[in-house]
């Protein structure tokens, strides 16, 4: 099994750009998440999803958006790119929202210039 | 919301040591905790889970505690050996019991040195 893949690895956008990242697992998992890491910031949620075609906000989601439309995949949006979002981005996914372990990816770490 | 502290950045312990890291919580108390490592570069990757009626939980060379009296839970890594080092990260839900997502401490950074 792949578990959770992301692409690209590494990514250098342009103020005001938009690209989307791509997540998409093989585990059949319903719940699927994409935080964001910044330096001595932790992981902060950005979005996570229930099942296909459910979606909500987590701690920081202005900037972004989501959709489900598979179990398999949750692609993340940026729309306009700001330095604010320079930072590595992760998804995840787990059997249950809680109680069982996350499964991450390998990130995808994001410049904005 | 919850409120997680990891309160050492970083531990430099000689290998043969055992290494204890400390997660703290402050606000609603968690159904369960989680420990992660994460290697540079890498994301996370999920080592233990311990419920709240759980006192200990063992993993090979990995022991979790967890104190909910203190808030707190203890991850040791017994016999520790250079491969240890890595950014451990503890997590729990958001919101107390087992409501909300997981929220991720800030890390300690592990070093064992041969």
């Known amino acids: 099994n792949a578990g959770v893949t992301q692409t690209p690895k590494f990514r250098i956008l342009k103020i005001g750009q938009s690209m989307t990242l791509q997540c998409t697992q093989d585990?059949?998992?319903?719940?699927m998440y994409w935080y964001r890491q910044d330096p001595g910031m932790g992981l902060k949620l950005i979005y996570y999803?229930?099942?296909?075609?459910?979606?909500d906000k987590g701690e920081v989601p202005n900037g972004y958006n989501v959709s489900r439309s598979t179990t398999e995949d949750f692609p993340l949006r940026l729309e306009l790119a700001a330095p604010s979002q320079t930072s590595v981005y992760f998804c995840?996914?787990?059997?249950?929202?809680?109680?069982?372990?996350?499964?991450f990816g390998s990130g995808t770490r994001l410049t904005v210039v | 919301s919850q409120k997680i502290e990891q309160n050492s950045e970083a531990l430099n312990i000689q290998e043969g040591k055992t290494a204890t890291l400390t997660c703290n919580y402050t606000n609603y108390s968690p159904a369960y905790l989680q420990w992660y490592r994460q290697d540079p570069g890498r994301g996370p990757v999920f080592l233990l889970l311990i419920r709240e009626n759980e006192k200990e939980k063992r993993k090979e060379r990995l022991k979790v505690t967890f104190d909910t009296t203190l808030k707190q839970s203890l991850f040791h890594i017994t016999a520790s050996q250079p491969a240890d080092s890595a950014t451990y990260l503890c997590?729990?839900?958001?919101?107390?019991?087992?409501?909300?997502?997981?929220?991720f401490g800030k890390g300690t950074k592990l070093s064992v040195k041969p």
């Open positions: 997590a729990l839900p958001n919101y107390g019991g087992s409501q909300g997502n997981l929220i």
């Open positions: 999803s229930v099942g296909a075609g459910i979606t």
């Open positions: 995840a996914s787990s059997i249950q929202q809680g109680n069982y372990g996350y499964t």
């Open positions: 585990m059949n998992h319903n719940y």
